[in-house]
């Protein structure tokens, strides 16, 4: 394993070190239980908007915490869920008496840590709203989770209902846009390589040198099959037609098209997908009117991507277009 | 050799059509010579300001195209530097009236070129000044280069520049900026793994499984020394004591930190690294103004890093802080 880290079991503090020392402007850390939480928080009579995870995914969650996206995230340990104590230590931070909405991946461990969480924060008085993501089409069930997994479009609906909060619309409503964008939003990923945790020291499954994965997980879950590398051509054709056909998305639809990198893939690369994703839906009549192309939502170092497709409408647009400032997103500030 | 293209001899090609589709706002790109414009270019009585270099360093230099810092991009092949002909094309394209600044990092092709694009400019009429970028304190001489390579103190000279011809500076003026750039940044970086160029099919260089090249350039060139991977405090305070040294930067300096990451090393490092930079110049008593995490200056897949300085005063900061609207860097706008 080759890693810049100091000792495995330090990487997630030393990191949070770095994140505090590096945006003070944007976000306060708090460890042990360990939280990233916006720099003012709680803001007054706004919904406060929190995710968590394990670590391991930078920059999601901890470097989407900043004004119009999230209040505060929970970082677990790598690939380990975050505990029910982190997450109800942000629900406090981030109350500012309009209620709190949880955005929950759909992995075993965050869905029960976040409603227990929950449950502590209802029994002090404060409302709680939980939407789950799981919008990866790959597989109906996995490793760590029953039902599909939630991915790529946790990204997308961070930024949107971060919007919404920021408009100051109620709880309700904040949680509506949200599962609007989980109803909308599809994804599939695949992988050309393993990655390796650090706390593991070996990486977390083997690939052969000429095979890839399709359908592969954040955490390298397995997918729906693995086989010879193709051209990427061929690779987003097959992607595409199963996240294309599983809404199903139409012609005429306008989209938000998201190429996401799994950590190790370099962007030029990226773009290429993103060619190859923007001649295969217009070949359909889908038109994409806006994207996203980068590393968002990572696994460590793994080399791969996923694409994800998010239906727009009006409202959805308007709330992608707001400003935001964080580490990992910003524009319009 | 895994990778997301279809030939080894398309992908710049691919990658440019997924530019131009992905960012029309920001930018067109032209085919034939390979050029990446502006959208707006030229804008009429602002400086010019072009860069260009081999493809496989991205976001560097088409994704730094737009209001703020670069007019044009002349992308060579992977790792190859682009034709005087690209360069010439770009210069014209972005004339304004006020005379171009070329911003060429210090290897042989790229001076050798774009000092013929900048005769062929001059002869019909086109004011250029050119600007050489040499702060890799790794090695004297290198591979490609005669002198020092330039590194990671290029993006900072792109979007310190970029925001001087935006407030309409003349000619002379943008390019003593740009120099001041140069004079005030330093930079080292480090290799866990090589690359590969795709039309080469293999890794540039080997390095064994517990080994890493400290001064690496950003196409795998030689750099001071290979030895055992070491904790990553360890490996900051060897590359750090190289940049703080060299100028040297002194006790009550002010500076930007610029922890880059080469394309395959995770988010999650790069703030770990972060974090031993600033213990690292809190003990010295130089004081972070502003940083910039992430990978900016890449080459391919490689996992690594490098750390540049750059002294700040408090015309650099008006012009950090400047708006930027990028698809690889956007602040204020």
């Known amino acids: 394993m080759k890693k810049l880290i100091n000792k495995a079991e330090d990487v997630v503090r030393e990191e949070l070190q770095g994140v505090a020392a590096a945006h003070p402007d944007l976000v306060r850390v708090q460890f042990d239980p360990h939280v990233v939480i916006r720099a003012d928080a709680p803001v007054q009579g706004k919904v406060g908007l929190i995710s968590g995870g394990g670590s391991g995914h930078e920059p999601m969650h901890g470097g989407f915490v900043g004004m119009g996206m999230l209040d505060a995230a929970c970082p677990g340990e790598v690939f380990t869920s975050p505990t029910p ?4 230590e942000a629900t406090k931070a981030v109350n500012g008496g309009a209620g709190v909405v949880h955005i929950v991946k759909n992995y075993t461990g965050d869905v029960m840590n976040f409603e227990m969480a929950a449950d502590l924060a209802r029994a002090e008085g404060v409302e709680v709203e939980s939407v789950l993501v799981d919008d990866d089409v790959a597989v109906q069930d996995s490793l760590y989770t029953a039902g599909r997994r939630g991915v790529g ?3 997308l609906m961070e930024k949107i209902a971060g919007a919404a909060a920021e408009e100051k619309r109620p709880l309700a409503d904040v949680a509506a846009v949200a599962r609007k964008v989980n109803d909308f939003g599809r994804t599939m990923g695949m992988a050309l390589t393993s990655c390796t945790v650090p ?3 070996k990486p977390t499954f083997d690939l052969p040198e000429d095979e890839m994965e399709i359908g592969i997980g954040i955490h390298g879950e397995p997918g729906r099959e693995r086989m010879k590398v193709k051209p990427v051509a061929e690779i987003v ?3 595409s037609v199963a996240v294309v056909e599983d809404i199903p998305f139409a012609s005429g639809d306008k989209v938000l098209a998201f190429v996401n990198g799994m950590g190790g893939t370099p962007l030029i690369e990226l773009y290429v997908v993103y060619n190859e994703v923007n001649k295969f839906l217009q070949a359909r009549g889908i038109e994409i009117v806006r994207n996203l192309i980068g590393n968002y939502i990572t696994s460590l170092e793994m080399q791969g991507m996923s694409i994800t497709l998010l239906k727009m409408d009006d409202d959805l647009l308007k709330l992608w277009d ?4 964080t580490a990992g997103m910003r524009w319009g500030v």
């Open 85 to 88: 104590d982190q997450m109800f």
């Open 153 to 155: 479009t946790t990204v």
């Open 199 to 201: 706390a593991a020291g």
């Open 237 to 239: 054709e097959m992607m």
């Open 322 to 325: 707001a400003p935001v400032k």
